[in-house]
Every structure is written in structure tokens, then in C-alpha cells.
């Protein structure tokens, strides 16, 4: 998705923490506030080096099974540690992204999507329309959508289909979401993290 900006992907690893590690974030049950499951997790991409994968400048992912909490009737597909994360920084509260595989067998092309969705994140990227559809990206060729039709003060991927719910940065991105606009290109190329 990020090529038709000029990014390519460098070297993938994979690492498998330990099995108590494992066991012990496959479900993220706290996301927010100091010392949270999620923090703590982010901080165990320090270890990286040690588990045989090169950590230096590194994005990490940290693939879970579930993160519990969000909007009533959503599921957290992901959380970035932050926008942008610390680029070349590992070991730290805000080192990583997480991305729940709760739904990866039945629609794997979905797990790229919030893979690149939030790698946006921590390289620098907003959401082009929150869910209420009143606050944008400052990017001023990324689309904007309003348009709540059905009344239920969210802008859904149904609703804004033409008009921004096809930017991968979109706040709920559907499985047509593959758009990043010039604009956005400019922001990733320019993070650290990027070569």
C-alpha cells in the first residue's frame, strides 16, 4: 500500500517472545494509563537483539489475539504506542504497534490492512476523519467525510465510501482501503524509521 508512494519494506523478522510472555499479552485486557498491559508489552521490543531479531530501526509488531476495549459495537483491530511511536527507539513504553489476529484466518487481507493502518500511526499519520466525522488530519489533500446519514454520530466506512473511507488512514477502514494520498507519502518518507 505504501509503494505507491516510493516506501518499501526492508528486512521482515519474526520473533516469538517467551512462552510467558506469550501467554501473558495473547490477551490485552488494559491499553491506557501508566504501566498498562500495553506499555508493558511495547517494552519487551528492548529484547528483540536477544530473541535473534535485529531491533535497530526497526517497526515491531506485537501480534496478539485480542485487545479488549473500544467503541460499544467495535472490535480494537490495533494500537499504535503512538503518532509517530519513537523512531530507532526500542525497549520503551511506546515501541511497537499491536494488532489483534482474531479474525486473521477468515480475512487475512484485513491483517495487512491494520498492519499498514497502524504503522501509519507510529510513522507519523492521523486518521483523515475521526469516527464522529468532526475532526480531520491537518494534511490538506487527504479527504475529509461528514456525511453521517444514518444519525448515529458516527461517520461508518458505508457512509463515506467516495469521500475518504478509502484512505488506509481513514478511522474504520474497510477492506477497499488502500489509499495514501501524496501528502501522506511526504510524512512517512520524512520519519527517521524510514531509509
Given at each position: 500500500m505504501y509503494a505507491q508512494r516510493g516506501i518499501e519494506l526492508g528486512s521482515v523478522n519474526y520473533c516469538d517472545l517467551a512462552s510467558g510472555d506469550r501467554d501473558r499479552y495473547a490477551?490485552?485486557?488494559?491499553v491506557e494509563g501508566a504501566n498498562s498491559e500495553l506499555d508493558q508489552m511495547f517494552?519487551?521490543?528492548?529484547?528483540?537483539?536477544?530473541?535473534?531479531?535485529?531491533?535497530?530501526r526497526a517497526l515491531n509488531f506485537f501480534l496478539t489475539q485480542e485487545i479488549v476495549g473500544g467503541r460499544a459495537g467495535y472490535i480494537i483491530l490495533g494500537v499504535s504506542g503512538g503518532i509517530p511511536g519513537p523512531p530507532?527507539?526500542?525497549g520503551t513504553t511506546h515501541s511497537g504497534v499491536a494488532v489483534t489476529m482474531s479474525g486473521f484466518r477468515r480475512k487475512p487481507k484485513q491483517l495487512a490492512q491494520t498492519m499498514a493502518h497502524e504503522g501509519g500511526h507510529y510513522l507519523g499519520?492521523?486518521?483523515?476523519?475521526e469516527a464522529e466525522g468532526t475532526a480531520f488530519d491537518p494534511l490538506p489533500d487527504t479527504p475529509q467525510c461528514t456525511s453521517d446519514q444514518d444519525r448515529d454520530g458516527v461517520v461508518g466506512y458505508s457512509e463515506c465510501g467516495?469521500?475518504?473511507?478509502?484512505?488506509?488512514?481513514?478511522?474504520?477502514?474497510?477492506?477497499?482501503?488502500?489509499?495514501?494520498?501524496?501528502?501522506?507519502?511526504?510524512v512517512v518518507l520524512r520519519n527517521p524509521a524510514v531509509k
Open positions: 490477551v490485552i485486557d488494559i517494552a519487551l521490543s528492548g529484547q528483540a537483539e536477544a530473541l535473534g531479531c535485529n531491533g535497530d530507532g527507539l526500542q499519520l492521523f486518521h483523515t476523519t467516495g469521500s475518504g473511507a478509502e484512505n488506509l488512514m481513514f478511522w474504520a477502514a474497510g477492506d477497499n482501503a488502500r489509499d495514501v494520498t501524496n501528502d501522506q507519502g511526504f
